[in-house]
Structures are given as structure tokens and as C-alpha cells.
């Protein structure tokens, strides 16, 4: 069946950089797209970028001079790379896979909670 | 971008009651190609987002009849019929017509 999960660094020192991993499962990441969603404490969630079937990228403007999203389809893993961390970062990281002809996200993983502090 | 707009915030309902969740759309969310791409998701407490209705109206797999999505344009709606226990959590409304893709603020529905 279909599944993502989130890894990395629960905590992260603020101007630090934060890299995560999706790594998915039932599916191929030449044929579906995923995304980065984040979730602040008691907050809503907030897109921050896709990596598409084939490899292109598109990212939130306001967080575009920050972050980076790459693949290794071999081991059917997605990473995110945001540099510049500052406290209003902490969040739930979540990726989401990208629902063909949907024009949402069908299914998501568990998150991975990051918290910047020093 | 597309600003999406929940109402009401919260709201409590008796099990086995109806109710009814608005998200307003800032632009028309209906795509050049003729979709509306419009998608419902419930947040339970300690889980992540998990899809229920895409494309305004349309079930997402294993989803009860219970759900239901209308609308269009700028106004869609979320009707929740006959309320169970596991229904509890916060319902967010999310558009993909327009990038970048915005989801509302939230609708935490608690059960009487």
C-alpha cells in the first residue's frame, strides 16, 4: 500500500540548516509527484513546494530563496533542504503525495515535528 | 495567491446531527481545463491530513456517503450527515487550481 514517512532532526539551532527525508512506498516517484507541507503548533498547513514525476520543482515564493527539494528515485526518497532557520520554522514537516488529475494530496505521512532553538 | 476562507471556526454537533462547513475562495477556483480543483481533508487529533472529497464533489476511496461536497466557483461546502465519534478533528478545505496550492484555516468540529 501507499506510504510516506518523514525522518530527520527534531531540533535544529536557529541560521542552521534543516534537511529531512520522505521516503515512500507502493508507488513510484517517476509517476507521482510529492510535496512538502508544514504545520506550525496549533496552526494550519502551509505548501511549501513539489518535486514532480519528472524531477522539475516548484516552491512557495516566500520560501523559495531557502529551500530546495531533490530525489533519489532509486531509493524512493524525497529530501528537503531549508538553510536560514529561525524560530517561526518550528513546525510538523509532512509530505504528501500529489494525486493524479486530483489537484490535491492523496495521501500524506505522519510528520516529523522540528523545533529551532538554541 | 488564492486566499481560502473557512467558516465557521468550530462547531459542536450531537452525534447522529448534520452539519455543514463553508470555504470561500478568493478567485474562481474553476481551472482553464473545466475542473474545479477543490479537495476536502480531516485532520483527527495526533494524525496528519488524510482526503476526503477532491475535485469538489467526488469521494475519495474508502470515504463514507456521509461526506458530501457541493459547490462552485467560489463557494464550496463540506456537509457531514449523521455524525459519529471518529468524525471529531478539524476539516480544512484545499485548492490546487491556482498555484501555489492554499488550504483554509480550519474547522474543528467536537462532538456534544
Known amino acids: 500500500q501507499v506510504q510516506l514517512k518523514e525522518s530527520g532532526p527534531g531540533l535544529v539551532q536557529p541560521s542552521e540548516t534543516l534537511s529531512l527525508t520522505c521516503t515512500v512506498s507502493?508507488?513510484?516517484?517517476?509517476?507521482?509527484?510529492v510535496n512538502w507541507v508544514r504545520q506550525p503548533p496549533g496552526k494550519g498547513l502551509e505548501w511549501m513546494g513539489t518535486?514532480?514525476?519528472?524531477?522539475?520543482?516548484d516552491y512557495n515564493s516566500a520560501l523559495k530563496s531557502r529551500l530546495s527539494i531533490s530525489r533519489d528515485t532509486s531509493k524512493s526518497q524525497v529530501f528537503l533542504k531549508m538553510n536560514s532557520l529561525q524560530t517561526e520554522d518550528t513546525a510538523i514537516y509532512l509530505c504528501?503525495?500529489?494525486?493524479?488529475?486530483?489537484?490535491?494530496?492523496?495521501?500524506w505521512g505522519q510528520g516529523v515535528m522540528v523545533t529551532v532553538s538554541s | 495567491d488564492v486566499v481560502m476562507t473557512q467558516t465557521p471556526v468550530s462547531l459542536s454537533v450531537s452525534l447522529g446531527g448534520q452539519v455543514s462547513i463553508s470555504c470561500r475562495s478568493s478567485?474562481?477556483?474553476?481551472?482553464?481545463?473545466?475542473?474545479?480543483?477543490l479537495s476536502w481533508y480531516l485532520q483527527k487529533p495526533g494524525q496528519s491530513p488524510q482526503l476526503l472529497i477532491y475535485?469538489?464533489?467526488n469521494r475519495f476511496s474508502g470515504i463514507s456517503d456521509r461526506f458530501s461536497g457541493s459547490g462552485s466557483g467560489t463557494d464550496l461546502t463540506l456537509k457531514i450527515s449523521r455524525v459519529e465519534p471518529d468524525d471529531l478533528g478539524v476539516y480544512y478545505c484545499?485548492?490546487?487550481?491556482?498555484?501555489?496550492?492554499?488550504f483554509g484555516s480550519g474547522t474543528k468540529l467536537e462532538i456534544k
Open positions: 504528501a503525495r500529489e494525486a493524479l488529475n486530483y489537484g490535491g494530496f492523496d495521501y
Open positions: 507502493g508507488f513510484s516517484l517517476t509517476s507521482y509527484g
Open positions: 518535486i514532480w514525476n519528472d524531477g522539475s520543482t
Open positions: 478567485q474562481s477556483l474553476v481551472h482553464n481545463n473545466g475542473n474545479t480543483y
Open positions: 475535485k469538489v464533489s
Open positions: 484545499g485548492q490546487g487550481t491556482q498555484y501555489p496550492p492554499t
